[in-house]
């Protein structure tokens, strides 16, 4: 436990949100020592008391672990405890425990060292592979050799917390969040961590704010010093003034007050005051997400980014794999519509057999890699088919950049459908089939394309990207990646039209969809589905909600006759803090 004194200024951390809500409170720095592991040489004669000192520390480790695994059951419900059943299963992995057996006899080492050393192969295999996902999952192994090594030593885990507090911690394993939320956590904040983190799943999952990928705290942060998390934004501040808390009280009362007057928003539709309807879906990755979604009241999932599914994995999923998880994201939003987009690996999304490229971003990408590998693509064609049988899936193509592209993927789509049919197997002959909108030739041709699919969705982070040729991840120019730019507003009208006079309904999957301030204005260009992050979902539906269709279609027109992005955003920013006082914008 660290003592010295708090800071005498406020600290400011920024961080990944992970969790919604705001907590402050004292910090708790929950420290997690790494093991201190001695290599020691063993006399024959002591072998097997020392076997017998491994068993009954792999025992109590199990104990320990069911223990969790029960609690996570009776506060998270079944699914959320597949990590817990991993570690588990890892527990029980005769081959590995075997092995480990068979060297203390044959190296005469002492337990520790061998199972640090043992287990370690697999942890280091994990830490250095190039997904996130894997890497997230190397804690989950560290975490159970820890375990043991810690009931080796005879030495008892933390779970017990005087009072309420924020618990700062370099990482949290999937264990730690959950023993911890036994005693009352007012939030997570830790140095390491992603979006797929166990932190950030169970945290959400445990209602309880959270924010990650702080990189420091740990280190900066001084035990029982007071602390501001906002799970909304990312920020951290240590050692608040009593003004800067004074101000985040307010913004938690009013998101409080906010979100349960969203509530009331859930099962109505997303039309206009003039009873303009349009379409208001998600964004999704996860399964997991799927739960808070229903919650949302979405009309549907605008974009399944199916590529979440090749996380972690050396090969491509099985067409077996892939139809489970597309049947259940469509049971699951059973009547509502489900649009698959096919895998779009490559950029800046994780791939096992990776090309080396200089410029992914406009490499080996999306519909390219898949159209290149027909095999796997039939495969990901056949297992959406499949899970269309109750007529409420689309799929979509990624990164579509000419029109040969779809003509081949469809292509591939008929060929999938007559397998299917040889084979009796059932499917929606009439699948509704898209492409997406992210590259700027797809743009200029839009109503080309409009003709030969069902719908367009318009990929903003990409089409920004590649229009105003801003890399989306480069911090060195995110100030030039501006979604407001009239380049970006016209563009985004251009497509809207063309795809409309072709018939086609045309949507939105990027991130600008989702943005408050971009609403009416989008609206009013005419969009007629949103696909935003769950999120963001109630507050846009509330915007919609509250405006007249005629009234966005004046401000759209007004604002494409602006000539800079500056402009454009203080017209929209004016108008929604007139219009919405109380809807937090960027
Ligand atoms: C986009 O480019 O806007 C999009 C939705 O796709 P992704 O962010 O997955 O590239
Ligand atoms: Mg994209």
Redesign the pocket.
């Known amino acids: 436990m660290k003592t010295e004194s708090p800071h005498n200024e406020e600290t400011v951390l920024k961080g990944i949100p992970a969790s919604p809500g705001i907590a402050i409170g004292p910090v708790f720095v929950f420290l997690r020592h790494a093991p201190v592991i001695e290599e020691r040489s063993i006399l024959t004669e002591e072998v097997e008391r020392e076997l017998g000192r491994l068993e009954q520390a792999i025992a109590r480790s199990h104990k320990e672990l069911r223990k969790i695994l029960e609690f996570a059951e009776k506060k998270l419900g079944e699914d959320k405890v597949k990590i817990f059943e991993a570690q588990l299963m890892f527990l029980e992995d005769a081959v590995l425990f075997d092995a480990i057996y068979a060297r203390i006899r044959s190296e005469l080492k002492n337990p520790e060292f061998v199972v640090h050393d043992e287990i370690g192969k697999y942890h280091r295999i994990m830490l250095a592979s190039k997904d996130e996902y894997t890497r997230e999952r190397a804690n989950d192994v560290e975490d159970v050799r820890n375990r043991i090594l810690r009931n080796l030593q005879e030495q008892r885990a933390i779970s017990r917390l005087e009072g309420s507090s924020v618990i700062v911690s370099q990482n949290l394993t999937a264990s730690d969040t959950v023993i911890l939320s036994r005693n009352e956590v007012l939030g997570y904040a830790t140095d390491l961590g992603g979006i797929t983190s166990h932190t950030a799943l169970l945290s959400r999952a445990l209602k309880i704010p959270a924010v990650v990928g702080l990189k420091t705290i740990s280190h900066t942060a001084r035990d029982a010093e007071r602390v501001v998390l906002d799970g909304y934004s990312g920020v951290v501040v240590l050692s608040p003034t009593e003004e800067t808390v004074k101000r985040y009280e307010a913004k938690r009362a009013s998101y409080h007050e906010f979100e349960a007057r969203l509530t009331g928003l859930r099962d109505l539709p997303a039309e206009t005051l003039d009873h303009h309807r349009v379409e208001l879906s998600v ?1 999704v990755e996860f399964e997991q997400e799927l739960e808070f979604i229903k919650l949302q009241g979405a009309d549907g999932i605008g ?1 399944y ?1 199916s590529e979440y599914l090749i996380v972690g994995k050396e090969v491509f999923p099985s067409e077996e794999e892939q139809f489970n998880q597309y049947k259940l994201l469509a049971e699951t939003m059973y009547p509502k519509r489900v649009i698959i987009r096919t895998f ?1 690996i490559g ?1 800046d999304k994780m791939m096992a057999e990776s090309a080396k490229e200089n410029n992914p971003f406009l490499g080996w990408r999306g519909i390219r890699v898949m159209l290149d590998k027909p095999d796997l693509f039939l495969e990901q064609l056949r297992a959406i088919l499949r899970a269309s049988a109750r007529k409420n899936v689309a799929l979509m193509f ?1 990164m579509i950049s000419n029109l040969k592209e779809v003509r081949r993927a469809r292509k591939l789509l008929d060929e999938a459908k007559h397998q299917l049919r040889k084979e009796g197997i059932p499917y929606d002959s009439r699948i509704k089939v898209g492409v ?1 909108v ?1 590259v700027p030739s797809a743009a200029v041709i839009a109503e080309d394309l409009a003709e030969e699919v069902d719908f367009l969705s318009i ?5 920004i990207q590649y229009l105003l040729a801003v890399d989306r991840g480069n911090d060195v120019v995110s100030s030039l990646y501006q979604e407001f730019n009239p380049a970006v507003v016209r563009f985004l009208r251009r497509i809207i039209d063309r795809g409309k006079k072709k018939g086609v309904w045309v949507g939105m ?3 600008m969809a989702g943005d408050p301030l971009a609403t009416i204005l989008l609206l009013g260009l005419g969009l007629d589905e949103f696909s935003v992050v769950p999120n963001m979902l109630p507050e846009i539906k509330k915007i919609i909600r509250g405006v007249k269709y005629s009234e966005a279609q004046k401000i759209a027109r007004h604002v494409l006759k602006m000539k800079t992005e500056d402009e454009i955003k203080a017209h929209l920013k004016s108008m929604m803090k007139k219009k919405f006082p109380d809807i937090p914008i960027g």
């Open positions: 964004n974009l980014r779009d950029g990624p997406m992210e990929g903003t982070n990409d089409l999957c990027g991130e």
